[in-house]
């Protein structure tokens, strides 16, 4: 796989940019994510395949998914970006209406107990670009205006997946793999305190 960061024209725009009108002022750098306090999957790898399994995304498809304090799932979505200028603002109000249409938001509490991590799966490397700089701003905008915390924002190419700002990657599953052998048959009953993949199998998760 390879890993690094492409170079970013935003990284030479003056401070004072209006983010109201500036599409490149709608995303996060590498530095800003990692210096975010991002919490850190404990299995990265059972939540990409799990999520992978059962949406079974192609390039342009997003998931979004929140995870309970056990990182269990507790409801996804997937779809597919439309063809126009990466724009965080506008991948905002795409993850927002996602996540209120598969969860209650969580804004009558104090501390956000549930997280949303958000993959994606897109052509190219795995290095980061513009595009995820804007879902990147895109899901920690979403995830204020729903009461959750903002979690991980995972890349899945023809390479593999990554976690972008944490350095944790595989080579499967990937954008051309088929999804793992899982059936629900195969499933152990509940209760069962397994990570995000069998959970996703388990429960009702919108595509």
Not at 18 to 27: G, K, V
Not at 100 to 113: E, S
Not at 147 to 166: H, K, N, P, S
Not at 189 to 207: C, D, F, I, N, Q
Request: one cysteine or more.
């Amino acid at each position: 796989m390879t890993f690094g960061f492409a170079p970013s024209s935003a990284a030479s725009m003056p401070t004072s940019a209006d983010s109201s009108t500036n599409p490149l002022a709608r995303m996060l750098e590498p530095a800003e994510w990692a210096s975010a306090g991002i919490p850190l999957l404990r299995n990265p790898r059972e939540v990409v395949s799990g999520l992978h399994a059962r949406h079974r995304p192609k390039p342009s498809t997003a998931i979004v998914a929140v995870l309970d304090p056990d990182e269990r799932l507790s409801a996804s979505a997937s779809f597919i970006r439309r063809p126009a200028p990466a724009d965080g603002w506008m991948f905002r109000n795409a993850l927002l209406s996602q996540l209120r249409r598969v969860i209650p938001h969580d804004l009558r509490r104090r501390t956000p107990v549930r997280t949303a991590v958000l993959m994606y799966c897109r052509d190219g490397d795995a290095r980061w670009t513009e595009e995820d700089g804007a879902w990147m701003w895109g899901l920690r905008d979403a995830c204020t205006l729903h009461g959750l915390r903002c979690g991980a924002y995972i890349t899945l190419t023809r390479d593999g997946w990554q976690v972008l700002g944490e350095g944790r990657g595989g080579r499967r599953p990937n954008a051309d793999s088929p999804p793992e052998p899982f059936a629900l048959s195969e499933v152990p009953p509940l209760p069962r305190t397994g990570g995000a993949a069998s959970e996703v199998l388990r429960r009702a998760a919108a595509r």
